[in-house]
């Protein structure tokens, strides 16, 4: 019985760190770009709507021009979860559900190069959402983003 448990639990490890590896080790399904409107505020977006790209997120990128995101589209409303997973810059994370921002998390800090994915902060939205929009830190105070704003999207393939 310990053997078989063994080797189900080897299973399992093989199998995450496959996946892990074919997410990160395969090109970036073409991303289309959109537009968001938060209160007043206009920005450009890349839309991460699948699994590959929501995974990969903002990985590995330098950073964001100002007025620039990745918006995170799901076919549900649940709690989100989030990774900052080769990021080497901060962010903040905007939860949106039903077209208002339900909150959001202000200067997500890079973990460090060689942190490793076990020991990763995992950001979590408070209440279920079905859009995420990551930004530049220092955004959602400077535009004054709060609770209970309007945020309009643009779908255009």
Same mark, same amino acid.
């Given at each position: 019985?310990?053997?078989?448990?063994?080797? =189900?639990?080897?299973?399992?490890?093989?199998?995450? !760190?496959?996946?892990?590896?074919?997410?990160?080790?395969? =090109?970036?399904?073409?991303? $289309? +770009?959109?537009?968001?409107?938060?209160?007043?505020?206009?920005? &450009? %977006?890349?839309?991460? &709507?699948?699994?590959? %790209?929501? =995974?990969?997120?903002? &990985?590995?990128?330098?950073?964001?021009?100002?007025?620039?995101?990745?918006?995170?589209?799901?076919? $549900?409303?649940?709690?989100?979860? !989030?990774?900052?997973?080769?990021?080497?810059?901060?962010?903040?994370?905007?939860?949106?559900?039903?077209? +208002?921002?339900?909150?959001?998390?202000?200067? %997500?800090?890079?973990?460090?190069?060689?942190?490793?994915?076990?020991?990763?902060?995992? $950001?979590? &939205?408070? +209440?279920?959402?079905?859009?995420?929009?990551?930004?530049?830190?220092?955004?959602? %105070?400077?535009?004054?983003?709060?609770?209970?704003?309007?945020?309009?999207?643009?779908?255009? +393939?």
């Amino acid at each position: 019985m310990i053997i078989i448990v063994g080797v =189900a639990f080897l299973c399992v490890i093989f199998g995450v !760190f496959g996946i892990w590896s074919f997410v990160f080790s395969h =090109a970036n399904p073409p991303l $289309y +770009k959109t537009q968001i409107t938060i209160k007043n505020l206009v920005f &450009s %977006a890349e839309v991460a &709507s699948s699994t590959v %790209a929501r =995974a990969r997120g903002l &990985s590995g990128r330098d950073g964001l021009r100002e007025n620039e995101g990745m918006l995170f589209l799901f076919n $549900y409303s649940s709690i989100q979860n !989030f990774w900052m997973k080769d990021m080497k810059f901060p962010i903040d994370i905007i939860w949106i559900g039903g077209g +208002k921002v339900l909150g959001f998390i202000e200067n %997500a800090s890079t973990p460090g190069a060689d942190m490793p994915f076990w020991k990763l902060k995992i $950001y979590s &939205s408070p +209440k279920n959402v079905d859009t995420v929009f990551e930004v530049n830190a220092g955004t959602v %105070a400077k535009g004054n983003i709060k609770i209970g704003d309007l945020a309009n999207i643009s779908i255009t +393939k």
